[in-house]
């Protein structure tokens, strides 16, 4: 797919940038000693969240704090948690019993490293080290938040990975693939959307509610971001698709090409090439509109958006 423009003159790359770095520099701090009898288990914990990524998720949380001028320092915790729960995800997405995939992230997966047993005991490691962080507890964790916001806050980062989000989209998935990976039936447009409106959206549409809640945003503001988020987070799964299909292994930092071998109905094969391209550039714009409230403050999320339609890792 085209390379997106990526000059100094663009301003969504230093800003990018300055998030993604500070979220890589307070990962390491948030994680447990691996000096304990379940060191290989923190260790293969280390190896996924420390691993290079883009860092969407939580800096939608950051980014929607910028709006209200919160300071990073309150926000990073529940931030950070948000990419732990990410990374648990896609240590079980790519198990052998899931996707069966053998790089993440530009490295191999982390079943291929520490074995089956230890990938599972890390993603679930991950799950719980964040709630931890949300509760307040070990060092950097979110402190000085009120008890009822902290609830509320673990609440709906809960339901963004139960039945009702990330596990109900990924048994959606699985249910339309068999047990070699081929598609057991006719997957339509509308299994699809809920497929991945559930897998990928609902922790993007978490991750605007936790900042916007951490935020102090009304209800009508938080709203609005959840129209943008649910939005967003449909569009980057038809970029993933169209990676797949016409990017670069070496660029994705994944394999690419692994949903034909599978035979999985994508947007892409749904839509086509360039049908998947419209669908995402509508969804952006939806997202975008969503924004209206916010006027001149809404524009980085603005610029996020554009960026995910036209990304290419």
């Given at each position: 797919?085209?390379?997106?423009?990526?000059?100094p003159?663009?301003?969504?790359?230093?800003w990018?940038?300055?998030?993604?770095?500070?979220i890589?520099?307070?990962?390491?701090?948030?994680?447990?000693?691996?000096?304990t009898?379940?060191?290989a288990?923190?260790?293969?914990?280390?190896?996924?969240?420390?691993a290079?990524?883009k860092?969407?998720?939580?800096?939608?949380?950051?980014a929607?704090?910028?709006?209200?001028?919160?300071?990073?320092r309150?926000?990073?915790?529940?931030?950070?948690?948000?990419?732990?729960?990410?990374?648990?995800?896609?240590?079980?997405?790519d198990?052998?019993?899931?996707?069966?995939?053998?790089?993440?992230?530009g490295r191999?997966?982390c079943?291929?490293?520490?074995?089956?047993?230890t990938?599972?005991?890390?993603?679930?490691?991950?799950?719980?080290?964040?709630?931890?962080?949300?509760?307040?507890?070990?060092?950097?964790?979110?402190?000085?938040?009120?008890?009822?916001?902290r609830a509320?806050?673990?609440?709906?980062?809960?339901a963004a990975?139960?039945?009702?989000?990330?596990?109900?989209?990924?048994?959606?998935?699985?249910a339309?693939?068999g047990?070699?990976?081929?598609?057991?039936a006719?997957v339509?447009?509308?299994?699809?959307?809920?497929?991945?409106?559930?897998?990928?959206?609902?922790?993007?549409?978490?991750?605007?509610?936790?900042?916007?809640?951490?935020s102090?945003?009304?209800?009508?503001?938080?709203?609005?971001?959840?129209?943008?988020?649910?939005?967003?987070?449909l569009a980057?799964?038809?970029?993933?698709?169209?990676i797949d299909?016409?990017?670069?292994?070496?660029?994705?930092?994944?394999?690419?090409?692994?949903?034909a071998?599978?035979?999985?109905?994508?947007?892409?094969?749904?839509?086509?090439e360039e049908?998947?391209?419209?669908l995402a550039?509508?969804?952006?714009?939806?997202?975008?509109?969503?924004?209206a409230?916010?006027?001149?403050?809404?524009?980085?999320?603005?610029?996020l958006?554009?960026?995910?339609?036209?990304?290419?890792?």
């Amino acid at each position: 797919m085209p390379a997106r423009s990526r000059t100094p003159a663009d301003p969504l790359e230093p800003w990018l940038t300055r998030w993604r770095d500070a979220i890589d520099r307070a990962l390491p701090g948030l994680l447990p000693s691996h000096e304990t009898p379940a060191g290989a288990v923190q260790e293969a914990m280390a190896y996924m969240l420390l691993a290079p990524g883009k860092r969407i998720r939580p800096t939608l949380t950051l980014a929607v704090g910028e709006i209200y001028r919160v300071e990073e320092r309150r926000l990073m915790p529940a931030a950070c948690a948000i990419e732990m729960v990410h990374t648990c995800s896609l240590i079980l997405d790519d198990l052998p019993c899931m996707d069966d995939s053998p790089l993440r992230r530009g490295r191999p997966a982390c079943h291929a490293v520490y074995g089956e047993a230890t990938a599972i005991l890390a993603a679930v490691g991950l799950l719980s080290h964040a709630y931890a962080l949300l509760a307040g507890e070990g060092p950097g964790a979110a402190g000085g938040t009120r008890d009822r916001l902290r609830a509320m806050v673990a609440r709906r980062l809960a339901a963004a990975i139960g039945p009702d989000g990330v596990i109900g989209g990924q048994a959606a998935d699985l249910a339309a693939t068999g047990s070699g990976g081929e598609t057991t039936a006719s997957v339509d447009l509308e299994t699809l959307e809920f497929i991945h409106s559930h897998k990928t959206g609902s922790l993007f549409i978490a991750s605007a509610e936790v900042g916007a809640h951490l935020s102090g945003a009304t209800p009508e503001e938080i709203e609005a971001l959840v129209a943008y988020a649910k939005n967003l987070g449909l569009a980057f799964q038809i970029t993933d698709d169209l990676i797949d299909a016409v990017g670069e292994a070496s660029v994705a930092g994944k394999p690419v090409r692994a949903d034909a071998v599978a035979g999985k109905t994508t947007f892409v094969t749904l839509c086509g090439e360039e049908g998947a391209r419209t669908l995402a550039g509508e969804l952006v714009d939806t997202a975008i509109a969503s924004l209206a409230p916010f006027g001149r403050r809404g524009e980085r999320l603005r610029a996020l958006a554009r960026f995910v339609a036209v990304r290419d890792r």
